[in-house]
């Protein structure tokens, strides 16, 4: 299965919760960390416990290279327990000259095997490229951040009446000839998305924003559904992985996943 | 000597050149491949015979992040080489929202020690603002890169008539409270620097695209001295390290960056 059928798959499913793997060792069981590799330990036992009912894993970057190299292994470790029919998201935020991106996209999706990672646009078409060239493989470009910065440049006017992560929108449509581009579009602020879903197209979506950020699932569930589109990830990390910390806490954070995928599947019924 | 004082210390040298250890496996000397860490000896080759007439050296992360954990350390090492009182530049083009910033900032300033990275803008203020809280290290931010998608939304015009790149270089003047903001300025096109010198104050300036990418080293010194403003890095990389590839490269290398110096002394006096 590529990774745009590992996608497809999950959309077919209705399921369309990614979780974040943004794996804290400050926020992980107690208990576990008597383990020789608590965070290893906990985003396996994770994995394990959700696979079957996840869309998709995305494992954000800064969190295990704060650690150099021993993180590096800890991101390599932890990308392997996911298994192969499941998507996967480099959360990595990258975007450089061409010969540049060339080599981050070697360390993503040739060493790492990812199925997807997302990316800067600011430097334009020639540095997501190297990215794009991996036909099979998704990129996911930066429109609408969930931040409030995405008011300093993201949403400022343009010459042509478009605010700037529209022209984002606009041309990565254009770019996509491979039909393996997707848009990171925040889901803070629900009157961006309904004014903008039109434009997503056929283009996958990745939302974060909902959960700690202050998004509505259903919000947001309710707006794809209105407008026939169900081809969207919600990213959810610490409203899921950390849902509680006892012994028990996979029992947790599996009831926590199902009752998303309920309230989704309640609204797309 | 903090990382400020070892930037102005350099520019009060004269010493403009930043060495760009774009370190390609395929491109060292062949009589190295033999040795057990090829890339770490022809890294500290290139310091210790380079470092007394250097302004700074820039890592590009991606030639060594493709190489996964093994690569991070091979990064370490290379950090480790470079002398105490030249200033480093972390060229890893993160940017995200605040706590996976802080995160980054963790692992360029803290962990490898770093004097500097260089940042997206595209996610605005908050996602610059954890590297800026390390007062004492600087944050160049992209403003106009030297590849050719610059075109793409670099140029665009905005409602209020500035490009974006030239909004990017205003907002940076307004956050530069604790004076620790640089920009990243593609020296590819001399009209563009000449064009905006005027806007850049003090802020110090990182240019990329002389040498391989097709600037020239003379005009942008010229430019630079005929606005009296000393506060620039000109980065080489592929034009210096690779010079030569014989026994004697070393010697080459330093020849060649003997002569970058010349020329820009003559300039300036």
């Known amino acids: 299965m590529n990774s745009k059928e590992k996608l497809a798959t999950a959309f077919k499913k209705n399921y369309h919760i990614c979780i974040g793997l943004d794996t804290d060792i400050n926020k992980i069981p107690e208990f576990l960390k008597s383990e020789k590799s608590p965070i290893s330990v906990f985003n396996k036992m994770i994995i394990e416990s959700t696979y079957e009912c996840a869309a998709a894993y995305k494992i954000n970057f800064a969190f295990y290279e704060q650690e150099g190299a021993k993180g590096y292994e800890l991101l390599e470790e932890t990308r392997k327990c996911i298994p192969e029919n499941i998507f996967t998201i480099a959360d990595a935020k990258r975007g450089d000259i061409g010969n540049t991106s060339e080599?981050?996209?070697?360390a993503v999706f040739d060493l790492l095997n990812f199925d997807s990672i997302t990316l800067h646009p600011y430097m334009g078409n020639d540095s997501l490229s190297p990215f794009l060239n991996y036909v099979d493989r998704l990129c996911f470009i930066l429109a609408l951040t969930s931040n409030k910065g995405?008011?300093?440049?993201?949403?400022?006017?343009?010459?042509?009446?478009?605010?700037?992560?529209?022209e984002v929108?606009?041309?990565?449509k254009l770019w996509n000839t491979n039909k393996n581009l997707g848009l990171v579009f925040g889901a803070t602020k629900l009157e961006e998305?309904?004014?903008n879903i039109s434009r997503f197209e056929d283009l996958p979506i990745l939302l974060p924003g909902v959960g700690a950020q202050g998004g509505s699932l259903e919000d947001v569930v309710s707006t794809f559904n209105n407008s026939g589109n169900n081809r969207f990830l919600i990213n959810i990390s610490r409203g899921l992985i950390y849902v509680d910390s006892s012994?028990?806490?996979?029992?947790?954070?599996?009831?926590?996943?199902s009752d998303f995928n309920k309230s989704i599947e309640k609204i797309n019924n």
């Open 150 to 166: 995405a008011i300093d440049f993201e949403k400022l006017e343009l010459a042509n009446g478009n605010l700037l992560y529209q």
């Open 247 to 257: 012994r028990e806490f996979i029992n947790k954070v599996k009831m926590q996943l």
């Open 103 to 106: 080599m981050y996209a070697k």
């Open 169 to 172: 929108i606009e041309k990565v």
């Open 193 to 195: 998305l309904k004014e």
